[in-house]
């Protein structure tokens, strides 16, 4: 990934993306999965019902929590153990599939949205972004919006959510879903670039790439960011 050379005296923040599944109901290796990582950040999808329990398990490390719950396949958590910023703004669009909260990363406050995005089919992914748009308009400043896109990172949906969120899609694609993540209901389809985390100009991008399973069909996917001098913010 391209970033400026003179970054070693700039803090590095790390963030883990992952869709649980609804239907993963194995907390421990969940857990285990999450922690292992060592993230500031965790951006949750399908943390409902069964596997709801980890987000307890991971209390201690990760005392600062946002749950936005609704039906099974929707419902979002963000998981820091980074400060909430002093005018902390907290939003669930739990319908939408979309949570968000803003942070203090030392004496930067950054925004973090956790995003599940609709199939396209049968289900409207694209009026679903075209709602979620309005509220988007709010987003400014540093920003991480990471998910399940449903999409890959060259889509039309994918650009969409980039655009209204001032937000960059990352070079290259990480598979994270798919057989190699434990998906056996379509054994034969091959894996799918289709969990990303976006992030604005303040950041540049250190590293990408997907961790071990921990049951669901999607492998959690780990993005290592420093924090750039105003100068070097494209």
Known sequence: YAVPQAVSDRPVIKDLQ????????????????????????????????????????????????VNCRIARFHSVAILVRIPYAANRQTSCIAELGFGR????FGDT???????????????????QIDL?????????????????????????????????????????????????????????????PIDHALHSRHFGLLSRKALPSIGSDHLPVLNTYVLLHEKDQK
């Open 18 to 65: 992952a869709n649980v599944l609804f239907a993963n109901d194995d907390i421990q290796r969940i857990a285990n999965g999450l922690l292992a990582a060592d993230a500031d950040i965790i951006v949750l999808q399908e943390i409902a019902g069964r596997n709801e329990e980890v987000l307890s398990r991971l209390a201690d490390k990760y005392a600062n929590q």
């Open 101 to 104: 909260v803003n942070v203090m």
């Open 109 to 127: 406050q950054i925004t973090i949205g956790s995003f599940h995005a609709w199939w396209p089919w049968p289900l409207n992914q694209y009026e």
């Open 132 to 192: 979620l748009t309005e509220h988007w308009k709010n987003i400014d400043g540093a920003t991480i919006i990471a998910g399940e896109f449903n999409a890959a990172p060259w889509s039309h949906a994918v650009d969409r959510v980039a655009q209204a969120t001032s937000t960059q899609v990352p070079a290259g694609a990480v598979f994270s879903w798919g057989p190699a993540a434990g998906n056996n209901t379509f054994p034969e389809l091959r894996p799918l």
